[in-house]
């Protein structure tokens, strides 16, 4: 890369110094490391430009979206989240009237409320209900749209939908309907736009541009290269986060693009030639663990905590992993989960698929650190410290964001290291009494 060395190494999102510590005596590996953030697995903050060709691009996959009327100037609202017939009378939008893009094609688009029912119309003249659970072809619409955010919706058959005198909203409009305040357009505004990881830019770009997109940005974002000026500037380990998808490789399910491991099996050879340790991080499990971009959610709903098939189908990621990479001499640890929400993943699920993580990995290393990531949010990672997970090579990993707020703009790494060791040197002083687990802290 042709920056600068503070500059290079924020382009790694969260990239920090790492301490494999520990209040006793043994002796134990002192790591200094980044994260690979950005690579293997997409957060448009670190690289906008990868979603700049996406057509529509601002209605990508868990985009959230409100209609109003221009004839009646009221909302469209689904009462209650859903589950009954759809309404054109709100004055005020509020959650009801907020509506999350699932993405078809660039004009055609589901329409998810904020209870998880989509919105639902078979055929001319249907009267529109948020009443489906799931979506099918009857809940596609498509969307078009002007330069001035006014949208006309219409069915799969064609039929325009219009507010009718009873505020429904119904596919009979006749005709092909102008930009005029008819009661076939909508005013269509765009209340958040969060999400731009691997699912809306796959899903936005569709697959076959999607894989040349994603092959460039592997093959150039980083290289051997990079893993050189590692070298050279004392850092002895990367943690490279990878999505569940990888264990599918080289053809994941749709939209995921196929090629991570190839680039995985990179990273470990360059690691290998520059004598540089490397953690794998299990950053986007099924479902998504936090309903981040970067856990892969397709509209920022955390679906894995209550689905015991994609907990399952996690750990066979981490078999996988382990059984792939655990001979390898440039493996120090497998991550089972990054930041699993506090929330949302109760310990009651998040403990036994430690546990379960943890066995998997042994089967394979006896030697391997087994990393696994504290809750993000309300939580003290004092809880792991106590979930009497394992005692042999286990490190806690603790997230202290120093970034993402204004204060830390004009402050050097190594200031924010100083931020870390003053304000955290407490609780990390409590955390390392324990014998077990070690930690780090990014």
Not at 72 to 81: D, F, Q, V, W
Not at 102 to 109: H, I, K, L, N
Not at 119 to 128: A, I, K, P, Q, R
Not at 140 to 161: A, P
């Amino acid at each position: 890369m042709e920056l600068g060395f503070s500059k290079w190494v924020l382009a790694f999102a969260l990239s920090s110094w790492l301490l494999f510590s520990r209040a006793h005596s043994e002796a134990i590996l002192k790591v200094r490391g980044v994260n690979l953030g950005g690579w293997l697995v997409i957060e448009g903050w670190i690289k906008p430009s990868l979603f700049d060709a996406i057509p529509n691009g601002d209605m990508l996959d868990g985009t959230e979206v409100r209609f109003k009327s221009v004839s009646s100037h009221k909302y469209l609202s689904a009462e209650n989240g859903g589950g009954m017939g759809v309404t054109v009378d709100k004055d005020v939008a509020f959650s009801w009237e907020t509506f999350k893009l699932w993405r078809v094609s660039a004009s055609e688009f589901q329409l998810r409320t904020s209870q998880g029912y989509f919105l639902t119309c078979y055929g001319e003249g249907c009267s529109v209900s948020a009443t489906a659970n799931s979506p099918s072809e009857g809940e596609i619409f498509y969307i078009e749209r002007n330069n001035n955010n006014q949208v006309h919706i219409k069915l799969i058959t064609g039929d325009y939908m219009q507010v009718t005198v009873g505020n429904l909203m119904t596919a009979d409009y006749p005709g092909k309907p102008g930009w005029d305040d008819n009661a076939a357009t909508f005013e269509m505004m765009i209340v958040a736009n969060d999400l731009h990881g691997d699912y809306q830019l796959a899903n936005g770009y569709g697959h076959h541009q999607a894989k040349e997109v994603l092959k460039k940005h592997r093959n150039s974002f980083i290289t051997m290269d990079d893993f050189k000026f590692l070298y050279r500037h004392g850092i002895n380990t990367v943690r490279i986060p990878v999505g569940w998808w990888i264990a599918f490789d080289p053809d994941p399910p749709a939209p995921f693009i196929g090629g991570c491991l190839k680039a995985l099996d990179n990273a470990f050879s360059w690691a290998q030639a520059y004598n540089i340790k490397c953690i794998i991080d299990l950053h986007a499990a099924p479902g998504s663990q936090n309903g981040a971009e970067h856990s892969a959610s397709r509209d920022g709903t955390t679906g894995w905590p209550t689905s015991p098939e994609y907990v399952s189908k996690t750990l066979d990621v981490i078999d996988f992993l382990a059984s792939r990479y655990a001979t390898n001499p440039a493996l120090l640890g497998i991550e089972l989960l990054n930041e699993p929400s506090a929330s949302l993943v109760p310990m009651e699920v998040l403990v036994p698929y430690y546990k379960q993580g943890y066995d998997i990995v042994r089967k394979h290393s006896t030697t391997a650190y087994v990393i696994i990531c504290q809750r993000i949010g309300n939580a003290d990672p004092i809880e792991l410290y106590h979930a009497n997970i394992s005692s042999h090579n286990l490190v806690v990993d603790l997230h202290y964001y120093n970034l993402f707020d204004a204060y830390f703009v004009n402050m050097s790494t190594v200031d924010n290291i100083d931020f870390v060791h003053k304000s955290r040197g407490a609780q990390l002083q409590a955390l390392n009494s324990a014998k077990w687990p070690a930690c780090f802290c990014w």
